[in-house]
């Protein structure tokens, strides 16, 4: 061969080479894009509580393959030996369901399960549940471990809520116990997100995502060191993370028997700064027939928390409240008042009347749209941490404003037509 003749065959070798190369790559992204791939709320994660009898657990999320797909969901029960370290895991549920838009969404309602019930003190689970999800179309799969049933809380507000477990008086004191709580779990969405309509997705707190358990190392703050600034929430939250802790301890020390049993807690925690209540509820609920006479419109006042509105019309609402609602919950810890009672400070009696009436009204809206899985027409306990005393504007009369404001936080407990509400006064 002489050199020009290898030369050419050099060239056309390679460039058949590359030809190749394309089309292999170019099929490969094919294949990858036809490929069905399952996405679910983050709000499913390893570690993951799931509402116990009366409530019905639902999976929910979307698969790139389309509509009239079937899904199956699978849970396993795995129980721990004591003598050996092994894990045997027998099917205990199985359920399916169908994509029913173009979208791929899909809904799966789980039958009623009880939860299994552990004793404080004990770091060990010897029980818990494998969930696996899968699209038959193709078979992908996504799979979370550490599963357990359980009571599930909602806690929300404003921005005392961002107050962490590492920062608190009793700091020592909750991280030397916070292994005895394997059972107690938290998950934790960004907060200070708000939309102008409601949203199906939701995200973590950025290096907190998904659900995490009670631990040492978790009450000292995951992320602390992102914590220097009172704009950055480092979970978990100390208000938070003591009433589910508080829920267990009151149920270990009612029972009678030495086991001391409780039902495993999982705790929501949805926030946002200094926001008014009409930002955290439904249009529905902001339209409350009963309500509009006494509304006060505050747009004149503009109050913000550095970008944040706080007069917007439930964009709380549709960005971090709504996107939860296929998650069921046994009850809600509502945590507000800080820029509601300033106003009220300013506006006086016919804003205090507001607050009252589109509390109630939010109590009932909440209620309603998370009921949908409750097979028992359950109420869900709704719980209000009473806004606290600082003071913030000497010019007004601040000791009748909060004490005034604190009785119309409470005013839902007064109310016959309202069961299961309840307060707990805060002190600064």
Request: glycine share 6%.
């Amino acid at each position: 061969m002489s050199p020009n003749q290898h030369l050419r065959f050099l060239r056309e070798y390679h460039c058949c080479h590359y030809v190749y190369l394309l089309f292999f790559f170019f099929l490969s992204y094919l294949n990858c894009t036809t490929l069905a791939k399952l996405t679910l709320s983050t709000i499913f994660s390893d570690n993951l509580i799931l509402p116990a009898k009366p409530l019905r657990a639902n999976i929910f999320g979307k698969t790139t393959s389309g509509k009239n797909v079937k899904i199956q969901v699978q849970l396993e029960l795995c129980s721990k030996t004591t003598t050996i370290s092994t894990i045997t895991c027998v099917e205990d549920i199985r359920a399916e369901g169908t994509s029913t838009n173009e979208n791929g969404a899909f809904e799966i309602v789980l039958p009623e399960r009880e939860a299994i019930e552990f004793e404080i003190g004990s770091n060990t689970l010897p029980q818990f549940w494998k969930l696996t999800i899968t699209d038959t179309s193709d078979s992908s799969t996504l799979k979370f471990n550490n599963i357990l049933f359980g009571d599930i809380y909602f806690a929300t507000g404003q921005s005392n809520l961002m107050f962490g477990t590492w920062k608190a008086r009793e700091f020592a004191k909750m991280k030397s116990e916070a292994s005895k709580y394997p059972h107690l779990r938290m998950y934790s969405v960004k907060f200070d997100i708000d939309s102008a309509a409601p949203t199906e997705t939701i995200e973590g707190v950025p290096g907190f995502d998904g659900w995490k358990i009670s631990s040492d190392a978790l009450v000292q703050g995951l992320n602390r060191n992102a914590g220097t600034s009172r704009d950055v929430f480092v979970p978990p939250s100390a208000v938070a993370y003591s009433f589910g802790k508080g829920i267990q301890d009151i149920l270990s020390q009612q029972q009678l028997s030495s086991s001391k049993k409780v039902v495993p807690i999982g705790i929501i925690v949805s926030l946002a700064r200094g926001a008014g209540i009409i930002s955290w509820i439904s249009k529905n609920a902001n339209s409350d027939p009963t309500c509009t006479d006494v509304w006060l419109d505050t747009s004149q006042t503009a109050l913000k928390w550095g970008s944040i509105p706080r007069t917007r019309k439930s964009h709380l609402w549709n960005a971090i409240v709504y996107p939860l609602l296929r998650f069921p919950v046994r009850g809600y810890l509502w945590y507000h008042g800080s820029y509601d009672r300033q106003v009220a400070e300013q506006f006086g009696d016919k804003y205090l009347a507001s607050y009252a009436c589109l509390q109630k009204a939010m109590i009932r809206d909440y209620r309603n749209k998370w009921q949908k899985y409750d097979k028992v027409n359950g109420i869900g306990n709704f719980i209000t941490v009473s806004a606290h005393p600082a003071k913030y504007r000497k010019k007004f009369d601040q000791e009748k404003a909060v004490v005034l404001f604190r009785i119309a936080q409470a005013s839902p407990q007064y109310d016959a037509s309202i069961d299961g509400a309840g307060i707990i006064p805060t002190y600064e």
